[in-house]
C-alpha cells in the first residue's frame, strides 16, 4: 500500500507506482488532502490500476470497516513523499484522516520515504518524530541530500523510486536477518561488538589545505545503522562528512589516517571490524605555516609518506576480529583487484565496487556490490546503501553464526 503525502515530490510517486507495477507489485494508493492538491487521483488510478482512497468517512469503503481491511490486506505499507506533517501525525499516533488511521490501525510494517525542505527535516522536533517512529519498528529510506524546490540544497529531498523499489525489497525479501528498529535486542547481532569506518580522511598540507578524496560516508554509515539495529554494539569511526550520526551508535569523529587507526585500535577488541572507510594511503610533512603563493615562484614540492594500514593492521593484529571485511574501491579490474587486496591485507571478505566516472556511487545513495571471498564471488545488483549495508550485516551474522556451530 502506498500512502501519499502533500508535496511537491509526489510526481516521483507517480513512478514509483510505474516501476511497482512493471514488478508484478499490487499497488494500493491512498491520497492525503494535500497530495490531492498536487496532482489528481485519476493520475494514480491510471499507473495503479486500482481505485485511489482518500475518504475516512466513506459510507460505501467503511460499510465493512474499509480502513481495518486495507490496513491488514497490506504486505508493506510505504508513505512517499513522507511530509513533516505526516510524520508528527504517524508519530503520535494521531488519526485524523484515512492515511493516519491507516497507519495506526495496521499490523504491518511501515517504510518512510519522507521529504520536506533541509531547515524542517533538521528541526528538532522532526528528528524526534523520526525517532519514535524508528523505535516503533518503522523503515526509512532517505531522504537525500540535493537541490530542492524551494532554492535550498541540502537534505530533505524524497529518494528516488528505485532507491526506494530497492528498500520495498529489502523490506519484503522475508529474510529474518533484517535489521529491524526497535527489535535491536533480540537481533542477529545481539551481544556483538562491531567497528565501523566510514568516510574519507583528511591529510593535512598547511592549516589551511588538505589532501582528500570523494567519499560521502553514506555506505559506511548506513553499515553502521544496520548492525547496531541488528542488536550489536556498534562504534562507528568517522572521518569528516557532513552525515547525521547513526542512531543507536558510538560515534568516534577523526581527521587523518592516523587518527582513525588510533580510534579503531582503542576501540578493539570487536567481533566484526568492517573496514568502509576510504582512509588515504599517503600524507604530507604538515607545513606549520600557509604556504604563500609568491609572485615568480616556483609550485612547491611534496615528499609524500605511506600512512598506516589500518585494515591490513587489523587483521594481522594480535587482537584480530573473528571477522575483518574491506571495501575496495576501483575504477577498472574491479573482482581482480579486490582478489589481489583480500590475500594481501588478510582480510575475510572484500566489498568491491566500482567508482568509475559516471558510476554514480561516491557521494551517490545507491552501489553495485561484489562480496569478494577465497570461496568466489558474489554480486549483486544495483541497490540502496541501506539495502546493500542490510544484505551485510546478515551475510556477517550468518557467516558468524556458522563458524560458532563448527567449534
Known amino acids: 500500500m502506498l500512502i501519499v ?47 485511489v482512497y482518500d475518504d475516512l468517512f466513506s459510507a460505501t469503503d467503511e460499510q465493512e470497516m474499509g480502513h481495518i481491511q486495507l490496513s491488514r ?16 501525525r504517524a508519530a503520535q499516533g494521531l488519526c485524523d484522516d484515512l492515511a493516519t488511521t ?30 519514535t517512529l524508528k523505535r516503533d519498528g518503522a523503515l526509512f529510506v532517505g531522504p537525500n541530500d540535493g537541490d530542492m524546490a524551494c532554492g535550498e ?11 526506494i523499489v530497492a528498500a520495498i525489497e529489502a523490506a519484503l525479501s522475508g529474510d529474518t536477518r533484517l535489521p529491524l528498529p526497535g527489535a535491536s535486542a533480540h537481533g542477529p547481532l545481539t551481544g556483538r561488538h562491531v567497528i565501523v569506518t566510514s568516510g574519507p580522511t583528511h591529510e ?6 588538505y589532501i582528500a578524496n570523494r567519499s560521502s560516508g553514506k555506505q559506511g554509515h548506513a553499515i553502521a545503522a544496520a548492525a547496531a539495529a541488528a542488536g550489536a554494539r556498534v562504534t562507528l569511526v568517522s572521518g569528516p562528512v557532513t552525515l547525521p550520526d547513526p542512531p543507536g551508535c558510538d560515534v568516534v569523529r577523526v581527521e587523518s589516517a592516523r587518527d582513525m587507526f588510533a580510534a579503531v585500535e582503542r576501540a578493539l577488541p570487536a567481533d566484526v571490524f568492517i573496514g568502509a572507510a576510504a582512509v588515504a594511503d599517503w600524507r604530507v610533512d604538515v607545513a606549520p605555516q600557509k604556504i604563500k603563493k609568491e609572485k615568480g615562484a616556483r609550485a612547491p614540492v611534496f615528499s609524500l609518506v605511506e600512512n ?66 577465497r570461496d568466489g ?14 544484505r551485510l550485516v546478515g551475510r556477517l551474522a550468518d557467516i558468524l553464526a556458522t563458524c560458532e556451530a563448527a567449534t
Request: net charge positive; with cysteine; proline share 5%.
Open 73 to 88: 490486506e497490506a504486505d508493506l505499507i510505504v508513505v512517499a513523499p513522507a511530509t513533516a506533517h505526516l510524520l508528527a
Open 308 to 373: 598506516p594500514d589500518i585494515l591490513a593492521g587489523v587483521a594481522g593484529g594480535a587482537r584480530r576480529p573473528r571477522l575483518v571485511v574491506g571495501f575496495a574501491a576501483e575504477t577498472q579490474d574491479v573482482i581482480a583487484h579486490a582478489r589481489e587486496k583480500l590475500i594481501r591485507k588478510g582480510c575475510d571478505l572484500i566489498v568491491a565496487n566500482d567508482v568509475s566516472e559516471g558510476s554514480g556511487v561516491f557521494g551517490g545513495d545507491a552501489n553495485e556490490a561484489h562480496l569478494v571471498s
Open 102 to 131: 491507516l497507519l495506526l490501525a495496521t499490523d504491518k510494517r511501515a517504510l518512510y520515504a519522507p521529504a520536506m525542505n533541509l531547515r524542517m527535516w533538521l528541526a528538532p522536533a522532526t528528528q524526534r518524530n523520526v525517532a
Open 5 to 51: 503525502g502533500g508535496g511537491i515530490a509526489v510526481y516521483k510517486s507517480l513512478d514509483l507506482v510505474r516501476r511497482l507495477r512493471a514488478r508484478g507489485a499490487r499497488v494500493r494508493v491512498v491520497m492525503t488532502a494535500a497530495a490531492r492538491e498536487f496532482v489528481t487521483p485519476l493520475a494514480f488510478v491510471s499507473l495503479a490500476g486500482e481505485k
Open 377 to 390: 564471488v558474489e554480486s549483486w545488483p544495483r541497490l540502496a546503501k541501506a539495502a546493500v549495508a542490510t
Open 204 to 209: 593535512a598540507i598547511d592549516p589551511v589545505r
Open 153 to 163: 540544497h541540502g537534505p530533505g529531498r524524497m529518494s528516488e523510486p528505485l532507491e
